[in-house]
């Protein structure tokens, strides 16, 4: 029974005048324990009196309210203490002694007379310590024995500021604690007075063993995380809901800044996370641009407090946007390329150096300001606070630059080029990087000769390659004839021709940068590895000027070289720009977006797929937000450095509408969609490669079996027979949220997979988790290795091959010093160092990484058959170290090992923090 204290006795003594809600004997009506908020409390517990006939009245000494239930004189009771922990913010918040948590226990089960729901049992959990920076609140509870079993907790935060509540933990019960894991910020009650969180434990739940007096919180809660779809957001709530990526645009400060809305029939596109915010006035289908420049992501969604101050740290958040217009500012008009490749070199230090992007402005404001020695370390920066630091070092590299005409940044040497200084300089180097590279993606099998295009003729010419069959056979010296080589799977091909050549003309009318349609040809030698044989360049039909196209090779002469090194800087520029667009940001980024707004909004956290899914969405809303307020954004980073410019983006959606397909996603059935692998059913993971020494497939297939055996296990325990798959049904409405809304203009594919089998559904978590884990680590976190020297992997080439209109002036130049051309068409030194520093920082691992299978989820770890799979699954993850490190040992492996070749290391499952070049975290986490 209850126990008011003193100062609430005196208040239930005196309380005549609320008689009506006293009275209540209606079942207890929470709603999300918003009905509740604004009663007296002592209404609740009077009703939890008259179920409990023996009660008494106790006086709890200090000044704090206890409700608890005491021993009735028939049954049994059960003492326990609740201690919650909330983690502290970095703020230095202070007031987290004087307030108190108000908590209420939740049964499980209804009432077995009246068949509603128990009242809950109320107490306030106060202050007891501060360690490590978590704080501790206990409240004590006697729970009757008739209670049942604690499902759930009702949190309401006293104080005035949100807190992040880590975890509550009930001990005392005879079966052992009971824990509910929050990893949540629960709102100040002042901020939200009509509603109250709560926390359902750690056992999950289908939903038709949902225990009957949960079943209402688990439906209401999921009505809550959906919203209403009005309003603009607040940083603070908690919503999931779809929208258009209608705000990468500015118009209403340019028309030039004007993008057009993507998602919807004329440029399908994967839903983002609706925001709200009102429209703009020069253009009603876009989005106005954030006030406060902060994207709203659920609040739960946001970064860790030690990532957001790292992510400061290393400048994207913060420092980033006004480092590089500063340092645009002050290179873009003045010399804007660089004039010889030792200038390029300069920007490089030793290897020894620390490799983040701190290290970055450290070097610069050490060079620029007397040495250094009047600069506080980043230690003392940070104490005295990092931003106006790095504020006043931006500001002072104006005025320096200005008088010194220095280089201007220095970074630390990536790891390609500490190796092999000339590594980007070699045609089997560039063949091997389609291979084990930065996408190695892109690269499919040669089926059909000649190559064709599939676009108009019309418009763009004719659809037969300029590669021609004789060209070829040269190349390969007779050993083949094309036929033989096409049979015998000997050709591969990097093909950016139907993708690129519709934007040639729009992107010809851009300043600073120009595009071409191209197909890559490459020979698979007897070692193994691939030799580039041609490359062909199309311009379309444009205006006045017929069409043009090209076939360059590896020559023997000198200009013939120097040729193809520029027709290799512009595939190159294709290639990186369809890595970040497409490999990256479309299939990682952008296409997960909508599997984490359903599964918040269809699948309540204690069901068994929400719990499984959950640490593989870690932080990727907010990265996505932070993308579009400053990489994808209209004049951002990638249209500002990138080949295609202010139509980057709008060609992510054209490959989104031609390329992409669900059931493409999961690595084996990518591979045999490329041609890079068949099926076998006696070889290992059932798939042959075509490509035996392909290391990104090789590791990838091994990291693919792994993580489906572990989805097997999970899904398999919760889901015995098919008829448990069909009959559930939020995972029903998640599926089809997913498909009908998130990616809701792919809705009619017939590729879609259906959903009514363990197996389904093994297959579809399978590939989601692969794209969030391996997928996106194989091209994510070689980007700084393998573009931060940026001649090997160049976003943009700005001019046109020579022999397109060949100028005399350009050609006696070109003749005298043809490295000049190179550097011409290169990206600008602002492009190039904006870029590098971002790669820096997005191929680096926070302090707080979530690796796959380092650490269990408590969720899991509760199941003993979950436990025992999860051990399972980290133990072959481990393994998968080994086997990778033994590849990369092996020299008969000559696409991962090799003189200066840096070993394959990205599906490496663990790493240190910082910028690694291996490591697989559970999530798209930057
Ligand atoms: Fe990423």
Redesign the pocket.
Same mark, same amino acid.
């Given at each position: 029974m209850l126990k008011p204290q003193p100062s609430l006795q005196s208040q239930f003594s005196s309380c005549s005048t609320l008689t009506p809600s006293f009275l209540m004997h209606k079942p207890f009506v929470i709603g999300n324990g918003n009905s509740i908020a604004s009663l007296p409390i002592f209404s609740m517990q009077y009703s939890f009196h008259k179920k409990n006939k023996n009660f008494r009245i106790v006086t709890v000494p200090g000044n704090n309210v206890k409700a608890v239930a005491t021993e009735s004189s028939t049954e049994k009771a059960t003492s326990v203490k609740t201690i919650v922990t909330v983690k502290l913010t970095a703020e230095g918040d202070t007031d987290w002694r004087d307030k108190t948590l108000l908590l209420e226990l939740v049964s499980a089960q209804l009432d077995p007379k009246t068949e509603s729901e128990k009242e809950t049992i109320k107490g306030y959990a106060n202050w007891t310590s501060q360690d490590e920076g978590e704080v501790k609140y206990e409240s004590d509870f006697e729970v009757p024995a008739d209670f049942g079993e604690v499902g759930a907790i009702f949190v309401e935060n006293q104080h005035r500021k949100e807190m992040y509540l880590k975890d509550i933990i009930i001990n005392g019960f005879p079966n052992g604690p009971v824990n509910l894991t929050c990893n949540s910020w629960v709102h100040s009650k002042y901020d939200y007075p009509d509603q109250k969180r709560v926390f359902f434990t750690n056992k999950s739940y289908l939903p038709s063993d949902t225990p009957e007096g949960l079943r209402r919180l688990r439906e209401e809660e999921l009505v809550t995380l959906r919203g209403n779809g009005e309003g603009e957001r607040k940083t603070q709530d908690r919503v999931y809901d779809y929208d258009v990526y209608n705000d990468i645009g500015d118009p209403d400060s340019s028309d030039d800044l004007k993008r057009p809305v993507l998602g919807g029939k004329e440029h399908p596109y994967p839903r983002r996370c609706r925001t709200g915010r009102p429209h703009s006035d020069n253009d009603p289908l876009s989005e106005k641009i954030s006030s406060t420049g902060t994207i709203y992501v659920p609040r739960d969604e946001s970064f860790s407090e030690v990532r957001q101050l790292t992510f400061s740290k290393k400048t994207i958040s913060s420092a980033l946007p006004g480092f590089l217009s500063n340092l645009g500012n002050l290179v873009s008009d003045r010399d804007p390329e660089f004039t010889h490749f030792t200038a390029i070199d300069s920007l490089f230090v030793s290897s020894a150096t620390p490799n983040d992007a701190l290290s970055n402005i450290k070097y610069l404001s050490r060079k620029l300001f007397n040495g250094g020695e009047n600069l506080p370390t980043p230690e003392i920066a940070e104490t005295k606070g990092w931003k106006s630091w790095i504020k006043s070092a931006v500001s002072r590299i104006g005025r320096v630059i200005s008088e010194t005409q220095d280089d201007l940044l220095w970074f630390a040497t990536p790891e390609t080029m500490d190796r092999d200084k000339f590594f980007w300089l070699r045609d089997e180097e560039f063949g091997r990087q389609t291979l084990a590279g930065l996408n190695p993606y892109s690269i499919r099998l040669v089926t059909e000769w000649p190559l064709k295009s599939k676009l108009d003729p019309e418009i763009y010419g004719p659809q037969e390659s300029a590669i021609t069959t004789e060209m070829i056979e040269r190349k390969i010296e007779g050993v083949y004839s094309v036929k033989e080589a096409i049979n015998q799977k000997k050709l591969y091909i990097l093909d950016y021709h139907d993708l690129f050549l519709p934007y040639v003309s729009k992107v010809r009318e851009l300043k600073g940068t120009t595009l071409y349609g191209s197909r890559t040809l490459f020979f698979l030698t007897p070692e193994g590895t691939l030799r580039p044989l041609a490359i062909e360049l199309t311009r379309p039909k444009m205006e006045e000027k017929p069409q043009w196209r090209e076939v360059f090779t590896p020559s023997w002469d000198a200009t013939g070289i120097w040729m193809w090194r520029l027709a290799k800087a512009h595939v190159l520029a294709h290639d990186s720009g369809y890595h970040q667009l497409v490999s =990256?940001?479309l299939r990682? =980024?952008c296409c997960t977006e909508p599997y984490i707004i359903a599964t918040n909004r269809q699948l309540s956290v204690m069901h068994p797929i929400y719990r499984l899914l959950d640490p593989h969405f870690l932080c990727t809303m907010q +990265?996505n937000a932070l993308a579009r307020s400053a990489l994808i954004n209209a004049d951002g980073i990638i249209e500002s450095s990138f080949s295609p410019g202010k139509y980057s983006i709008e060609l992510s959606s054209v490959a989104y509408d031609q390329q992409w397909q669900f059931n493409l996603e999961a690595l084996p059935a990518d591979l045999i969609n490329r041609g890079l692998a068949v099926e076998d059913p006696t070889a290992q993971h059932g798939l042959k490669l075509t490509i035996e020494d392909y290391p990104f497939a090789n590791d990838g297939l091994l990291l693919w079996d792994i993580i489906e055996e572990w989805v097997r296990d999970y899904v398999n325990y919760y889901y015995p027979n098919p008829r448990a798959i069909e009959s559930d049904q939020e995972l029903q409405e998640w599926w089809t949220e997913i498909r009908i809304v998130g990616h809701g203009d792919k809705k009619d594919e017939s590729w879609w997979p259906v959903l009514k089998t363990p197996k389904d559904l093994i297959q579809i978590i399978t590939t989601i988790v692969w794209v969030t884990s391996g997928h =996106?680590a194989a091209?994510?976190f070689g980007?700084y290795t393998y573009a931060g020297y940026f001649p090997n992997r160049p976003t943009i080439a700005r001019t046109n091959m020579p022999s397109e209109e060949p100028s005399d002036e350009f050609f006696t130049n070109f003749l005298r010093k043809p490295e000049g051309a190179l550097l011409q068409c290169f990206p600008s030194k602002t492009q190039a160092t904006k870029v590098m520093v971002v790669l820096n920082v997005?191929s680096c691992h926070f302090p707080d990484e979530k690796y796959l299978g380092e650490a269990i989820e408590p969720a899991w770890a509760e199941n003993p058959h979950i436990n025992a799979a999860f051990e399972r699954f980290k133990g072959r993850l481990k393994n998968l170290e080994g086997i990778i490190d033994k590849r990369n040992a092996d020299r008969d492996l000559k696409n991962r090992s090799g003189a200066g070749i840096v070993p394959y290391e990205l599906l490496k499952p663990f790493s240190e923090e910082g910028v690694t070049g291996k490591g697989v975290p559970y999530s +798209?986490? +930057?």
């Open positions: =990256h940001w990682t =980024h +990265i =996106h091209v994510n980007q997005l +798209i986490s +930057i």
